[in-house]
């Protein structure tokens, strides 16, 4: 079946612009995560879903970052005016239930902030 | 906090030889602990898994073992392949919360020649 999937695939932007990430996860998992991999750092946690809502949004790094889930399904990370520290690869996640550690990663999204 | 940290890269190593990725963790409580793998061009996969202390997770001929006592999880191959060539990512579960939220090392790239 089909995998996660993210898109775009590589977002060039300018500094002070706003970017919006989609993933779209394996159908009927419940659970999605955002996690971001900057150069040389490990994969860092951003959020997670449950469904629709976030019970755990303790890694998002500043009030311009923010994510939506709709539908149980499609989420979309948004970083409003970016900023050059925000370059890094964005990957998704999903996992078929609350609390499953068996997460299934997207190919990521490469963001470059000019 | 809980922290994992991993030797760093990238680790170069002939086709048959023995591979060993150190790996140790910082935790409350009692984490699952996992290795991801990450091939070239693709998403991370998980590779094995351990749950309790003394547990070994194993996969394509990858084994390591969860030992509480020097709180490590080293990964370990005993004959390496070209087709190994890739990043790994040791990781831990945050039991702190029940969102499936996991904390990763920084990875380690390894290379398998000829």
């Known amino acids: 079946g089909a995998g996660v999937s993210q898109s775009p695939s590589n977002k060039v932007t300018e500094k002070g612009k706003d970017v919006e990430l989609r993933c779209d996860p394996i159908?009927?998992?419940?659970?999605l995560y955002w996690y971001r991999q900057s150069l040389g750092q490990g994969l860092e946690f951003l959020i997670y879903f449950q469904g629709n809502s976030a019970p755990d949004k303790s890694g998002l790094p500043s009030d311009r970052f923010s994510a939506e889930r709709t539908g149980g399904s499609v989420s979309t990370l948004t970083i409003q005016r970016t900023q050059q520290e925000d370059s890094a690869v964005y990957l998704c996640a999903s996992s078929p239930h609350q609390g499953s550690y068996e997460q299934y990663f997207g190919p990521g999204t490469r963001l470059t902030v000019t | 906090g809980n922290s994992v940290t991993q030797m760093e890269g990238p680790v170069t190593l002939s086709e048959e030889a023995f591979l060993t990725i150190n790996c140790t963790y910082t935790?409350?409580?009692?984490?699952?602990l996992f290795w991801y793998v990450q091939y070239p061009g693709e998403g991370l996969q998980l590779l094995l898994k351990?749950?309790?202390?003394?547990d070994k997770g194993s996969n394509k001929g990858f084994e390591a073992t969860y030992r509480k006592e020097t709180t490590s999880f080293h990964l370990e191959k005993g004959s390496v392949q070209v087709s190994d060539s890739a990043v790994y990512f040791c990781a831990l579960s945050d039991g702190s919360s029940n969102t499936g939220k996991l904390i990763f090392g920084q990875g380690t790239t390894l290379q398998v020649k000829p």
């Open positions: 935790a409350t409580g009692y984490p699952s």
């Open positions: 159908s009927g998992h419940t659970a």
């Open positions: 351990a749950t309790k202390a003394d």
